[in-house]
C-alpha cells in the first residue's frame, strides 16, 4: 500500500469515530486547535517565511506571494474562523425532513458526514486550517494535499492541528496532510475510490480541470473567478463606482474579485470618466474595448483573451454594452458562473438580471467580494462552488454533509 493510501485508509478509520463525536467534543477540538495556533503562531510564519522566500527566488507575481504569505494577524484570523466554526451549529443528525407514512412508518432523512474528504489546493495556507476545521465540524476526516509552494508553511500548521486533536480526545488522524513534493501524491488521491469519498478542487482553472476529468472519486466541482460588475443605465453613479473599485480592489488575488467591467452606452459617458480615473490611481491596468479606449489614453487595447481572463492582478477588462441582454450576452460566453453584480436603481432591471444570469451568486448593488462563506455567515468555508449538482456558492457546514433515512417501524412487514 503506498503512502497515500495509507494516509486514506488512516482517514477512514478515523472518519468512522469522528462520524458519532458530539457537537460538545468536535467544539472543544476546534476551540483548543484556535488556541494552539495563535501560540505558536511564531514558529507557524517562520516556516512560511520558507515558503514566501523561495516563492520570491522563484520569480512568482506579487499576487500569488501576497495569497501564500502569512502573518501573525492572518495566524490570528486562521484562529478566529476556527472559534466561529465552533459556534455555529453542527449540521450532524438534522432532519432535513420526515414524516409518518400511512402504513405508520415514521420516515427521516438526516444529515451525515461525507466521510472521508480530499482537498487539493493551491498557494494560500489559511485554507489548510479552514478546511481542517470545517471538516471537522461537519465529522469528516480530511486529506489536505496543498502546493509544493506552501508545504512548509502547511506541514507547521496541520503539525499543530493534528496535536491539538488528539489533546481534545479526537482521532488525529482526522487531519492529514499528504506529500507536496511530487504529482504522484495527487494522481493516487484522485483515484482513492472507497477510500476517498469526495475531492474538491481549490485553485487555478488548470488546477481544477485536471481534477474533474482525471478524478475518479467525485468531485465538487469549485471554480475560477471571472465575476464581472454591470452598471446599468439606471444605475447610481456613486453606488456603481464604490462598488466596481471595492470589487476590482479590496483584495486581488481572491477568486470573488471582479475581473470584468460592463457599462451601460446610456450611460457611459457619466460614468467611465470617473471609474478609469479612479481604478488608475489605485494601480489598476484597464483593458477596454475600443469604445472605453476613447475615453483615456491610460486605457489598453482589450484582446479577445481578456474577457475570459482571471487576472489575480491589478487588472481589468472593460466593455461598453448597449443593453442588458448584450451584457447577460456577454456573461454567458465569458463568465465562470462565480458571481455577477447589477448596479440599477431599477428595481425591474435588478430582478431581470437576476432571474436571466447564471452564476451561483448574483449581487445587486453590493461588491463581488461578499461571495464568502464568511460574509454568508458560514463560517469558514470549503470552496465556492461553481456546478449545479449537490451544493452551488459558498460551501458551509450543510454542504459538506450527505443523508442517509432512518426508518423506524414497529416490526412492519411488506
Request: with cysteine.
Amino acid at each position: 500500500m503506498t503512502t497515500v493510501l495509507k494516509q486514506a485508509a488512516d482517514a477512514r478509520a478515523a472518519s468512522i469515530d469522528l462520524a458519532a463525536a458530539t457537537r460538545a467534543e468536535k467544539d472543544r477540538a476546534l476551540l483548543l486547535m484556535a488556541d494552539r495556533l495563535v501560540e505558536r503562531a511564531e514558529d507557524i510564519v517562520a516556516a512560511n517565511a520558507v515558503d514566501v522566500n523561495s516563492a520570491r527566488d522563484a520569480g512568482q507575481s506579487e499576487a500569488m506571494i501576497d495569497r501564500l504569505t502569512l502573518t501573525p494577524a492572518r495566524v490570528e484570523a486562521m484562529a478566529d474562523g476556527l472559534r466561529q466554526l465552533a459556534a455555529l451549529p453542527d449540521p450532524v443528525g438534522d432532519v432535513v425532513r420526515g414524516s409518518t407514512l400511512a402504513n405508520g412508518l415514521e420516515l427521516r432523512q438526516v444529515r451525515v458526514p461525507f466521510g472521508v474528504v480530499g482537498i487539493i489546493y493551491e498557494g494560500r495556507p489559511n485554507v489548510t486550517a479552514d478546511a481542517a476545521g470545517i471538516c471537522l465540524k461537519s465529522g469528516n476526516a480530511a486529506l489536505l494535499r496543498g502546493s509544493g509552494s506552501a508545504y512548509s508553511s502547511n506541514a507547521a500548521i496541520v503539525a499543530v492541528l493534528r496535536k491539538a486533536v488528539a489533546d481534545a480526545g479526537l482521532p488525529a488522524d482526522a487531519i492529514q496532510l499528504l506529500d507536496a513534493t511530487t504529482r504522484e501524491s495527487v494522481k493516487e488521491l484522485m483515484r482513492a475510490r472507497g477510500l476517498v469519498d469526495v475531492l474538491i478542487p481549490r485553485g487555478g482553472a488548470e488546477l481544477i480541470k485536471a481534477v474533474v476529468e482525471e478524478s475518479t472519486v467525485p468531485v465538487i466541482e469549485t471554480g475560477v473567478g471571472n465575476c464581472h460588475v454591470y452598471v446599468d443605465q439606471a444605475a447610481d453613479l456613486e453606488k456603481a463606482l464604490a462598488v466596481t473599485v471595492n470589487s476590482k480592489t479590496q483584495r486581488l488575488s481572491t477568486c470573488n474579485t471582479a475581473e470584468s467591467l460592463l457599462v451601460h452606452a446610456d450611460i457611459a459617458d457619466s460614468f467611465l470618466p470617473l471609474v478609469i480615473e479612479e481604478l488608475t490611481l489605485k494601480g489598476v491596468t484597464i483593458h477596454g474595448d475600443p469604445r472605453v479606449r476613447s475615453y483615456s489614453d491610460d486605457v489598453v487595447p482589450a484582446t479577445e483573451a481578456d474577457w475570459g481572463t482571471e487576472y489575480l492582478s491589478a487588472d481589468i477588462a472593460v466593455a461598453i454594452v448597449d443593453s442588458m441582454d448584450d451584457a447577460l450576452d456577454h456573461i454567458r460566453r465569458f463568465g465562470s458562473g462565480h458571481t455577477e453584480v447589477i448596479v440599477s436603481e431599477s428595481t425591474t432591471a435588478a430582478r431581470r438580471f437576476a432571474a436571466r444570469v447564471d452564476a451561483a451568486a448574483v449581487m445587486i448593488n453590493a461588491s463581488t467580494r461578499f461571495t464568502d462563506g464568511g460574509e454568508f455567515g458560514f463560517g469558514a468555508e470549503i470552496g465556492i462552488s461553481t456546478q449545479k449538482l449537490h451544493a452551488r456558492g459558498p460551501m458551509g457546514l450543510p454542504e459538506l454533509t450527505s443523508t442517509k433515512y432512518i426508518v423506524t417501524g414497529n416490526g412492519h412487514t411488506r
